[in-house]
């Protein structure tokens, strides 16, 4: 060789050669700090243990473990001494109640074994909100925390319950005898039974206010329809009828108005003739906007000029502040609109009355009362008065108020003016506050009452007109709690109990024909007989308000007008909830906080979301560490006048130029060390309410570390989502010998000529023709990416939560996982066209575009008929069932973690360490593993697995052994819908399938023949039993 | 081992004299077999008749001195009429029980009345000491085959000793001095020690017998076959299974319906033993201990309020590692098996044992013998026409054919 060539490893060695030489001397980057220790020659001389001793204890030791592990430990079995009918121990029991915490609401059925609550199932015979989300799958976990209150507190010690009467009663007698207000503050209350027995309560004072308040308020929006019905409520929303939707910043799929719809919505999502079309205008980037067929981004103050600019085509008039950017694209929805009639449907997710009066005006014109919209029915889940709680604070602090007593609400956290907040409940003499968590406004008031949890709680709901909940207690309480209806009856001097109280209630005139125990055990009753619930009792301030409201009715022209008046900012903040922390009332929940956020698959934080045309121009960045991990600039921001500093930020892509995101729900205080200290308080900076303001940002020092479950964004032009549009989808055929159908079968060249991907085998086929063959079908047009799924997962399977430097390090444990990927400007299509040279190409197909379509796609073990783990797994582990699952065999396993190399579709978990050893302080959060109280939510049908092992999806194999076992035991075959897995009844827009194909019955038979089926990487040729279904958007 | 001969002995020794008490009693009673009257007695009347005390009814030791034969005949097989043809004692009887009704007994002969009733006329049974754990049949060779060893441990010494005496005889004939047994062994193992061909294979063998023992100790970690721990109450399932022949699944009612048979509450025995509050073996010491648990003061034949009840800490025998799920359903309703099959003779055991060493080779080989019955449960029909076509339609169709050998069906 010649001596003036001059070789480099790498880039760094050519630009900075000290690097490599330093590193060439070094093995290990990091020293290893032997010197701080032995160079300490004062410590070591203090020890006095010397060589003879280190060694006597260590003979002494190994001696001692090796005779206590020569007797095996006697095991007890202890029976009931009087056993409860109900039970058999080992059989899982179900019962119908209701989850409510002031925000979300769910009829549910709860699994309970041997009185344990284990999971949340949906209740199918509600007619509204019977599916739960994430928050309320995952709710079954905050039953076990230990830092819940355990008992009440008076004056911040602790107290017992008479010592709490005493001191109540007594706070409320000086109140009324000093002439001061008696106030209940409480969330929206749902349950008829609750109100009348507030009224009841609040009757016995003179100057009783009852107020009603939302964490994340509509009462703008209860206003308008007040205007314009003369009703304080919202109606109630019927997506399965539309045909046209068009939404302006409401995120109904995500987080809305309380009434869950996406069940309703993904009945017209099935591609074909009658297939809905879903227009969406919105800022962040949601849940809503991903599903949609066309999403435009806006500012808020642009939404509401769009907004008056729609009201002006489709009525003919021209009002004031309808100038808007977006006239072709308005033009055209109008027209959409208008050809759909009474089968379309406008929503708006503002909080601005004006906004809401124009919603309702567009839809009246759209003449849709009675298909879409219902006024007959109201929904009964968000009646939060804004104005009231406001004067309320108000008067605490004018010091009028004498006693206030709070339930399901958090003031100090959820309210923007938390400091005057904070100070008026100084103020009250006697301030009560039932509460679950020794959190926020725990901290101020007088008298803490500790509350039962709601699985521990007797109660009623109306979520609707005429649509009736119960809900029972599923355990004893496990602490020293009771439940608020308890305590106000108590104090109202009401000696029975409160289940006989809602008895009486019911059997007047709820339960009409039906009686209480069969309510009971379905937990939801329909009634049209039924008497409407009683209005809480109104104070007289705003009642003339209302009077003057009603006589004006509404007036479209002036909301427009008022909308014109919005000057937007230079940046806008549009504040929003995650699906797994919604308003923040479960953060101290480990599970919730690692389930990825849907759109940006980030745990364990909140972050302002940024536009990247305006991260550019801001100086804000995200970068990649070397291990993958994301990095992200700080910011501090100003909104309101109030600053926070240190805010993470994260370019979103689909995030409109000129606005921001940051989702509520974070920031919490003392409601225990999951959720304490993790990410920032989005409620403190809001004003009026409203859901969006003026931002001020100036990038900060320093780095924030993201623990980020994906880091490619797009899927450089591979078929993994497929995806295609109705035209295509509905006049060509999804194979076609050019090669390029819309869901074209992979073919390969063979011998015996071309032959599908699927027909070409190395191996041995499995007889996959006896018994059973479990298959599992994935619609993605179904699929919003709203997580319930995973959750439910991770309560069945008893998946371990790992933490945030996990996450990190990519060591999530998650059986399933919900991909998401944006689409891109570069394609092949375009680079040909424009010549772009392959780099280039594959350079920019990384990036997504600025307004990318959103995919999402669950993806678990894909349970390969012809398996890459199987055959390199070197203990056989893992090994093929010849019903089609592919089975792990954990204390087989040795952790060679070759099956998880070699697998295509990076689904196994492997076990880095032992996350259910409490002794660990680094996994401690994880209390569903690490506290004896936490356990109690384990699965015990489910092992729970050790360090070292792989573990991944099991297709709820111990469901599929139930319900093959129940069958047998009946001797009949298994039906259709007998197995079902935990992902699989927790969707709740019927995305997933599950079932034996080998039955022809069967709906998963159906779906494999079906001509949107495809196989995630079908050329590799692994034969999953899973498949999926091409995502149609319904766009020309 | 020796006290195992002692056992068999004394109780060859008890057993025959057991016969010939019991053949004496024969001898002096003709009128019935109390034998015979105390299990229908049991099965008849014991719910809530006892022979020296009152329970729900008078106690009936010697009741064939207060009443004619008769008369209680006519009363047993059927009270109500004997009591409406106005029998003064009869209703006197009835009044004195506050109008509870005895059940009628029609079905009972002549003969079974007779014995009943010499039943109760026979001195209360002498308390039989309880025989210990019968030795199975495992044992029982196990006993033998030891023994035969030593036989021929016992005879191989008397021909060495023999043949050493014999070589001595030779050499005395021949004149050599003669050497004595020890010093011979002495001069040989000299010799062979310094060989070392003879030292490495004696090396190899000790290591391999060293290997070998470890191995069988290692593989016997965790298995507990015949674990028979002493439990809080001496609860005899011979009495219960095998005299009295209760259903196993009465008290285990979870094995038919769940994953786990369940240990039965105290509330479950309460069925019983409110009236049968003296065990035939132990007397009231150990059924005492249930009424410890519940509550119950049987003076009274009450349940005693606000009673803080006490629970039962039985010791657990069989038990499975968490990492493999086993079903009891599964195998007793959906399979037909029967509980002896794993639990072995329990209505033969006083004590419970383990019977089976519950190893997954021990699982996997039922797994691999056990026919399914494909054709009388409508859940295997469609796929017995598969079976049929892959094995035949003669072929017997074994738990593992239809899956039964795969991983996932039990660890997950």
């Given at each position: 060789m010649a001596e003036n060539k001059k070789y480099w490893r790498g880039v760094e060695e050519l630009t900075d050669s000290n690097l490599t030489q330093e590193l060439s001397a070094k093995e290990f980057p990091t020293e290893i700090p032997t010197d701080e220790f032995l160079g300490n020659k004062e410590a070591l001389e203090e020890s006095s243990t010397s060589r003879r001793d280190f060694l006597k204890y260590m003979g002494f030791s190994t001696a001692a473990a090796t005779l206590a592990a020569c007797e095996t430990p006697i095991s007890e079995s202890i029976p009931y001494v009087i056993a409860p009918e109900e039970i058999i121990p080992g059989v899982a029991n179900y019962y119908a109640t209701s989850f409510y915490d002031g925000h979300d609401f769910a009829s549910i059925l709860v699994k309970t074994r041997e009185g344990r609550p284990i999971k949340v199932e949906h209740n199918k015979m509600a007619a509204i909100n019977g599916g739960a989300n994430a928050r309320i799958h995952a709710s079954v976990l905050n039953l076990y925390d230990a830092t819940r209150m355990q008992s009440p507190m008076v004056n911040g010690e602790k107290a017992d319950w008479s010592t709490v009467n005493k001191t109540v009663k007594a706070g409320l007698d000086a109140?009324?005898?000093?002439?001061?207000?008696?106030?209940?503050?409480?969330?929206?209350?749902?349950?008829?039974?609750?109100?009348?027995?507030?009224?009841?309560?609040?009757?016995?004072?003179?100057?009783?206010?009852?107020?009603?308040?939302?964490?994340?308020?509509?009462?703008?929006?209860?206003?308008?329809?007040?205007?314009?019905?003369?009703?304080?409520?919202?109606?109630?929303?019927?997506?399965?009828?539309?045909?046209?939707?068009?939404?302006?910043?409401?995120?109904?799929?995500?987080?809305?108005?309380?009434?869950?719809?996406?069940?309703?919505?993904?009945?017209?999502?099935?591609?074909?003739?009658?297939?809905?079309?879903?227009?969406?205008?919105?800022?962040?980037?949601?849940?809503?906007?991903?599903?949609?067929?066309?999403?435009?981004?806006?500012?808020?103050?642009?939404?509401?000029?769009?907004?008056?600019?729609?009201?002006?085509?489709?009525?003919?008039?021209?009002?004031?502040?309808?100038?808007?950017?977006?006239?072709?694209?308005?033009?055209?929805?109008?027209?959409?609109?208008?050809?759909?009639?009474?089968?379309?449907?406008?929503?708006?997710?503002?909080?601005?009355?004006?906004?809401?009066?124009?919603?309702?005006?567009?839809?009246?014109?759209?003449?849709?009362?009675?298909?879409?919209?219902?006024?007959?029915?109201?929904?009964?889940?968000?009646?939060?008065?804004?104005?009231?709680?406001?004067?309320?604070?108000?008067?605490?602090?004018?010091?009028?108020?004498?006693?206030?007593?709070?339930?399901?609400?958090?003031?100090?956290?959820?309210?923007?003016?938390?400091?005057?907040?904070?100070?008026?409940?100084?103020?009250?003499?006697?301030?009560?506050?039932?509460?679950?968590?020794?959190?926020?406004?725990?901290?101020?008031?007088?008298?803490?009452?500790?509350?039962?949890?709601?699985?521990?709680?007797?109660?009623?709901?109306?979520?609707?007109?005429?649509?009736?909940?119960?809900?029972?207690?599923?355990?004893?309480?496990?602490?020293?709690?009771?439940?608020?209806?308890?305590?106000?009856?108590?104090?109202?001097?009401?000696?029975?109990?409160?289940?006989?109280?809602?008895?009486?209630?019911?059997?007047?005139?709820?339960?009409?024909?039906?009686?209480?125990?069969?309510?009971?055990?379905?937990?939801?009753?329909?009634?049209?007989?039924?008497?409407?619930?009683?209005?809480?009792?109104?104070?007289?301030?705003?009642?003339?308000?209302?009077?003057?409201?009603?006589?004006?009715?509404?007036?479209?022209?002036?909301?427009?007008?008022?909308?014109?008046?919005?000057?937007?900012?230079?940046?806008?903040?549009?504040?929003?909830?995650?699906?797994?922390?919604?308003?923040?009332?479960?953060?101290?929940?480990?599970?919730?906080?690692?389930?990825?956020?849907?759109?940006?698959?980030?745990?364990?934080?909140?972050?302002?979301?940024?536009?990247?045309?305006?991260?550019?121009?801001?100086?804000?960045?995200?970068?990649?560490?070397?291990?993958?991990?994301?990095?992200?600039?700080?910011?501090?921001?100003?909104?309101?006048?109030?600053?926070?500093?240190?805010?993470?930020?994260?370019?979103?892509?689909?995030?409109?130029?000129?606005?921001?995101?940051?989702?509520?729900?974070?920031?919490?205080?003392?409601?225990?060390?999951?959720?304490?200290?993790?990410?920032?308080?989005?409620?403190?900076?809001?004003?009026?309410?409203?859901?969006?303001?003026?931002?001020?940002?100036?990038?900060?020092?320093?780095?924030?570390?993201?623990?980020?479950?994906?880091?490619?964004?797009?899927?450089?032009?591979?078929?993994?989502?497929?995806?295609?549009?109705?035209?295509?989808?509905?006049?060509?055929?999804?194979?076609?010998?050019?090669?390029?159908?819309?869901?074209?079968?992979?073919?390969?060249?063979?011998?015996?000529?071309?032959?599908?991907?699927?027909?070409?085998?190395?191996?041995?086929?499995?007889?996959?023709?006896?018994?059973?063959?479990?298959?599992?079908?994935?619609?993605?047009?179904?699929?919003?990416?709203?997580?319930?799924?995973?959750?439910?997962?991770?309560?069945?399977?008893?998946?371990?939560?790992?933490?945030?430097?996990?996450?990190?390090?990519?060591?999530?444990?998650?059986?399933?996982?919900?991909?998401?990927?944006?689409?891109?400007?570069?394609?092949?299509?375009?680079?040909?066209?424009?010549?772009?040279?392959?780099?280039?190409?594959?350079?920019?197909?990384?990036?997504?575009?600025?307004?990318?379509?959103?995919?999402?796609?669950?993806?678990?073990?894909?349970?390969?008929?012809?398996?890459?783990?199987?055959?390199?797994?070197?203990?056989?582990?893992?090994?093929?069932?010849?019903?089609?699952?592919?089975?792990?065999?954990?204390?087989?396993?040795?952790?060679?973690?070759?099956?998880?190399?070699?697998?295509?579709?990076?689904?196994?978990?492997?076990?880095?360490?032992?996350?259910?050893?409490?002794?660990?302080?680094?996994?401690?959060?994880?209390?569903?593993?690490?506290?004896?109280?936490?356990?109690?939510?384990?699965?015990?049908?489910?092992?729970?697995?050790?360090?070292?092992?792989?573990?991944?999806?099991?297709?709820?194999?111990?469901?599929?052994?139930?319900?093959?076992?129940?069958?047998?035991?009946?001797?009949?075959?298994?039906?259709?819908?007998?197995?079902?897995?935990?992902?699989?009844?927790?969707?709740?827009?019927?995305?997933?399938?599950?079932?034996?194909?080998?039955?022809?019955?069967?709906?998963?038979?159906?779906?494999?023949?079906?001509k949107r089926m495809y196989h995630l990487l079908e050329e590799v040729g692994t034969q999953p039993s899973i498949f999926y279904q091409t995502k149609v958007r319904n766009r020309a | 081992m020796r006290k195992r001969l002692i056992d068999q002995v004394s109780r060859l020794v008890l057993s025959s004299f057991l016969m010939l008490f019991t053949l004496t009693v024969f001898a002096e009673e003709t009128a019935g077999d109390p034998a015979k009257g105390k299990s229908l007695f049991n099965s008849n009347c014991a719910s809530c008749h006892k022979l020296d005390k009152k329970v729900v009814g008078p106690a009936l030791a010697g009741i064939t001195e207060k009443r004619d034969a008769e008369w209680l005949f006519s009363w047993i097989r059927n009270n109500q009429e004997l009591r409406e043809s106005g029998d003064a004692d009869a209703i006197a009887i009835f009044e004195e029980y506050n109008g509870s009704v005895m059940t009628n007994f029609p079905q009972l002969s002549d003969e079974d009345i007779t014995n009943i009733l010499a039943y109760t006329d026979a001195a209360p049974a002498p308390k039989v000491v309880p025989v210990e754990r019968g030795s199975g049949s495992a044992s029982a060779s196990e006993d033998t085959s030891y023994t035969n060893l030593y036989i021929l441990g016992a005879v191989l010494l008397v021909l060495v000793l023999l043949l050493a005496k014999i070589k001595n005889t030779l050499k005395q004939v021949k004149g050599d001095p003669a050497s004595t047994l020890i010093e011979e062994a002495d001069v040989m193992t000299r010799t062979a020690l310094k060989n070392p061909r003879i030292v490495t294979m004696l090396v190899l063998l000790v290591a391999i017998i060293l290997l070998q023992q470890s191995y069988v100790a290692m593989v016997a970690v965790g298995i507990t076959q015949d674990y028979q721990p002493e439990q809080p109450i001496k609860f005899s399932h011979r009495i219960h299974a095998g005299d009295n022949k209760i259903d196993c699944n009465y008290c285990h009612y979870g094995a038919r319906k769940s994953m786990v048979s369940n240990i039965p509450s105290a509330s479950v025995c309460m069925n019983c033993h409110t009236y049968i509050q003296e065990g035939a073996e132990t007397g009231t010491e150990e059924i005492n201990k249930i009424y410890a648990a519940v509550g119950f003061d049987p003076e009274e034949g009450k349940y005693i309020e606000d009673y803080e009840e006490q629970p039962i800490n039985w010791v657990r025998i069989h038990d499975l590692p968490d990492l493999s799920y086993f079903n009891h359903s599964q195998h007793v309703t959906a399979g037909n098996v029967k509980c002896q099959t794993c639990h072995g003779p329990v209505e033969e055991m006083d004590e419970v044992y383990q019977y089976s060493p519950l190893t997954m080779g021990w699982c996997v080989n039922c797994h691999r013998e056990t026919e399914v019955d494909v054709k009388s449960n409508a859940y295997y029909s469609d796929m017995h026409e598969k079976l049929k076509e892959k094995y035949g339609a003669d072929a017997k169709i074994t738990v593992d054919m239809i899956g039964g050998l795969e991983c996932g069906k039990c660890h997950y």
């Open positions: 109140a009324e005898a000093g002439g001061k207000q008696i106030v209940m503050l409480t969330s929206t209350v749902i349950s008829p039974s609750a109100q009348k027995l507030i009224n009841e309560f609040g009757a016995q004072y003179s100057n009783f206010k009852h107020v009603s308040v939302d964490a994340f308020s509509f009462s703008g929006k209860l206003d308008a329809h007040k205007a314009a019905s003369g009703t304080r409520a919202l109606p109630l929303y019927h997506f399965n009828k539309a045909k046209v939707i068009a939404s302006f910043g409401a995120d109904f799929l995500g987080d809305w108005i309380g009434q869950s719809v996406a069940g309703d919505y993904a009945t017209t999502r099935k591609p074909g003739k009658g297939m809905s079309r879903h227009i969406q205008f919105e800022s962040n980037l949601s849940l809503t906007g991903s599903s949609a067929d066309k999403r435009y981004k806006l500012t808020p103050t642009e939404m509401n000029t769009a907004l008056v600019a729609l009201y002006n085509e489709l009525s003919g008039s021209s009002l004031a502040g309808g100038k808007t950017n977006f006239s072709n694209e308005i033009k055209s929805l109008a027209k959409e609109l208008k050809a759909a009639g009474n089968e379309a449907l406008v929503v708006s997710g503002s909080n601005n009355k004006d906004v809401e009066s124009l919603t309702i005006a567009i839809n009246q014109l759209l003449a849709n009362e009675g298909t879409t919209i219902s006024n007959d029915h109201h929904n009964l889940l968000r009646k939060g008065n804004d104005t009231a709680f406001n004067s309320l604070v108000a008067d605490m602090n004018a010091g009028s108020v004498g006693a206030v007593l709070m339930d399901n609400v958090n003031p100090v956290y959820h309210f923007a003016n938390n400091d005057k907040v904070m100070a008026g409940l100084k103020k009250v003499k006697t301030s009560v506050y039932f509460t679950e968590k020794n959190d926020e406004t725990a901290q101020v008031v007088s008298v803490v009452c500790a509350k039962h949890n709601f699985l521990e709680s007797w109660g009623d709901a109306m979520p609707a007109t005429g649509h009736y909940a119960l809900q029972q207690p599923t355990i004893q309480p496990l602490f020293d709690t009771k439940q608020m209806e308890d305590c106000l009856m108590a104090w109202s001097g009401n000696d029975g109990d409160y289940l006989d109280y809602m008895k009486a209630n019911w059997g007047v005139g709820i339960l009409g024909s039906s009686d209480w125990s069969t309510a009971l055990h379905d937990g939801v009753l329909m009634s049209t007989t039924a008497p409407v619930m009683e209005e809480a009792a109104t104070e007289t301030e705003s009642s003339e308000e209302e009077m003057e409201v009603e006589t004006t009715g509404m007036d479209v022209s002036a909301s427009a007008s008022n909308l014109s008046k919005i000057k937007g900012a230079a940046l806008e903040l549009a504040v929003y909830q995650k699906s797994a922390m919604g308003t923040g009332n479960l953060a101290n929940n480990p599970w919730l906080q690692e389930l990825p956020d849907p759109i940006s698959r980030v745990t364990w934080d909140n972050y302002l979301t940024v536009s990247a045309a305006d991260a550019l121009e801001l100086g804000i960045e995200n970068r990649n560490v070397s291990n993958g991990a994301l990095n992200g600039s700080k910011v501090n921001i100003t909104v309101n006048g109030k600053t926070i500093e240190g805010v993470p930020a994260l370019i979103q892509p689909g995030q409109a130029k000129g606005t921001m995101g940051l989702a509520l729900g974070y920031g919490r205080q003392g409601v225990g060390k999951v959720a304490d200290a993790v990410g920032v308080n989005a409620f403190a900076l809001m004003k009026d309410a409203q859901h969006t303001a003026a931002i001020t940002v100036d990038v900060a020092e320093g780095e924030h570390e993201f623990a980020c479950t994906q880091l490619a964004h797009t899927m450089m032009g591979r078929k993994i989502v497929n995806e295609t549009t109705l035209d295509t989808f509905l006049n060509e055929s999804p194979s076609n010998s050019r090669g390029d159908g819309w869901n074209q079968k992979v073919e390969y060249a063979t011998f015996k000529g071309p032959m599908a991907a699927d027909e070409v085998n190395l191996w041995d086929d499995f007889d996959h023709e006896t018994g059973h063959m479990w298959n599992m079908s994935i619609d993605l047009n179904m699929c919003n990416g709203c997580g319930a799924c995973v959750i439910a997962c991770h309560a069945e399977n008893n998946v371990p939560v790992v933490g945030k430097e996990e996450v990190r390090k990519s060591r999530d444990m998650h059986w399933l996982r919900i991909d998401r990927y944006y689409s891109s400007d570069m394609t092949e299509e375009v680079a040909e066209e424009t010549g772009v040279s392959s780099f280039a190409k594959f350079d920019k197909m990384e990036d997504p575009s600025a307004s990318p379509d959103v995919f999402f796609q669950p993806v678990m073990c894909q349970h390969c008929n012809h398996a890459p783990c199987e055959t390199v797994c070197p203990v056989a582990a893992t090994t093929h069932s010849n019903e089609g699952l592919n089975h792990m065999a954990y204390n087989r396993c040795i952790g060679t973690r070759y099956c998880a190399n070699n697998c295509p579709y990076k689904v196994r978990r492997f076990n880095w360490f032992q996350y259910h050893d409490g002794s660990k302080s680094e996994f401690d959060i994880n209390y569903s593993m690490n506290d004896d109280l936490g356990r109690m939510v384990l699965n015990p049908d489910v092992t729970v697995r050790s360090r070292g092992v792989m573990e991944k999806c099991s297709l709820c194999v111990q469901r599929i052994q139930l319900g093959k076992l129940e069958a047998k035991k009946a001797g009949r075959p298994v039906k259709d819908g007998d197995v079902t897995t935990a992902c699989q009844s927790a969707c709740d827009t019927g995305a997933i399938s599950f079932g034996d194909v080998n039955d022809h019955n069967s709906e998963v038979f159906e779906l494999k023949k079906d | -």
